[in-house]
């Protein structure tokens, strides 16, 4: 019994962020019917965010109400940075970048995420590189696999694969494909988005160190994310105010999966694994998303399978395998040498304090004996 809690301790990050690739596949499905549907990509971010604040803040005023740190004027500048960079910029891009593309598209370029986030945590010091450790090597060398076998699914499509489910809608398939506006600037959004996504797991990870509370800050972040994205949207959108309307149908259904899901729970999962494993961590499992929605879409929207983004998809494996084992070497050899670190730290704090104290004490002893000559 012990040793299945230690097992389950273990796995629990692992299995949380595969459900959660999971729920991101779902949203990709979701949001990409509602958009061939008409749906604006700037309102649906918007109702995305309405959504998950409105659900996560109760839970954030009950449960938090007696650990909530004091806001400051630092974490309130980061979350307002964080409402802007994944909310309001990447998901205005990567939906635009949708709509302008295809569901397994979108979510194969997407894997430039764990790349992102990657350099961007190594620039900062969040996550360490040693280049005399080989498990160093793998983390960056698996980081290159998983970037070229996104760009070898988007690029090279190769042969048909004649899948049961999807032959008789080959032809349907084909002219929808011709249709797409434009692949390369959905690309080129995607692309940025992915980047901004990226600064906003590295400065999550940054602001819960300051603001530990991850239902709080999921709620903030949305909240910021409705406001700053209903400016965006209202400028975007400015002359068409039909676009806001929403009844009960699949316009509705996105909004209200991706706001819980992914943005609500997404959010909150995330910052709690992160604070653990980092961000290089949770974006990781990114690729799998990709394979999820590859399956899925051959499915549920005729998309056609191509043998190119069945060997891309293996090629992203082995080089998410690569990243995890790296990182799965970094938990084993820093968390005892970061102990240490921070018992040297406290240390070294705790003995400058006492010098310190010395130092007043012998100053004061020497103006008393001063003042005692003097009278």
Same mark, same amino acid.
């Given at each position: 019994m012990e040793s299945f809690a230690r097992f389950y301790i273990r796995a629990k990050p692992f299995l949380a962020v595969i459900l959660l690739q999971f729920g991101y596949a779902g949203m990709s499905i979701v949001s990409k019917f509602a958009l061939n549907k008409g749906m604006s990509p700037h309102?649906?971010?918007?109702?995305?965010?309405?959504?998950?604040?409105i659900v996560v803040a109760p839970f954030a005023l009950i449960l938090d109400r007696k650990v909530r740190p004091k806001m400051t004027l630092s974490i309130f500048v980061k979350i307002l940075l964080l409402g802007l960079l994944e909310p309001?910029?990447?998901?205005?891009?990567?939906?635009?970048?949708?709509?302008y593309t295809t569901a397994t598209f979108t979510t194969a370029m997407a894997n430039v995420l764990p790349a992102f986030a990657f350099l961007m945590a190594w620039i900062i010091r969040l996550e360490k590189v040693n280049f005399r450790k080989f498990h160093s090597w793998a983390k960056v060398f698996?980081?290159?696999?998983?970037?070229?076998?996104?760009?070898?699914?988007t690029l090279i499509k190769g042969p048909v694969l004649d899948l049961p489910w999807t032959n008789h809608n080959y032809h349907q398939e084909s002219t929808s494909n011709s249709s797409v506006q434009s692949p390369i600037k959905g690309a080129l959004m995607i692309t940025i988005?992915?980047?901004?996504?990226?600064?906003?797991?590295?400065l999550q990870a940054i602001t819960l160190k300051s603001y530990p509370t991850e239902l709080s800050l999921t709620a903030l972040i949305c909240l910021m994310g409705t406001i700053e994205g209903t400016i965006v949207a209202l400028f975007l959108e400015r002359g068409n105010a039909a676009v806001w309307t929403i009844h009960l149908d699949s316009k509705?259904?996105?909004?209200?999966? %991706? !706001? @819980?899901?992914?943005?609500?729970?997404?959010?909150?999962? %995330? !910052? @709690?694994?992160?604070k653990d494993r980092g961000p290089v961590f949770v974006t990781a499992f990114n690729p799998l998303c990709m394979i999820i929605v590859a399956i899925m879409g051959s499915f549920l929207l005729s998309e056609i399978m191509?043998?190119?983004r069945v060997v891309g998809?293996?090629?992203?494996?082995?080089?998410?395998?690569?990243?995890?084992?790296?990182k799965s070497k970094d938990q084993n050899t820093q968390s005892p040498g970061g102990n240490i670190k921070e018992l040297a730290a406290s240390s070294y704090h705790h003995d400058q304090q006492m010098a310190k104290t010395s130092t007043k004490i012998g100053a004061s002893n020497d103006r008393g004996s001063g003042a005692d000559e003097f009278v």
């Open positions: 309102v649906f971010a918007v109702y995305r965010h309405v959504v998950a604040t309001t910029i990447d998901q205005n891009l990567f939906y635009t970048g949708m709509k698996g980081t290159i696999v998983t970037v070229g076998g996104a760009m070898f699914m988005g992915c980047f901004s996504w990226a600064g906003f797991m590295v509705l259904l996105a909004a209200v999966y %991706s !706001g @819980v899901i992914c943005s609500g729970i997404g959010y909150y999962v %995330s !910052g @709690v694994v992160m191509y043998l190119g998809a293996i090629i992203i494996v082995v080089g998410l395998y690569l990243v995890l084992w790296g």
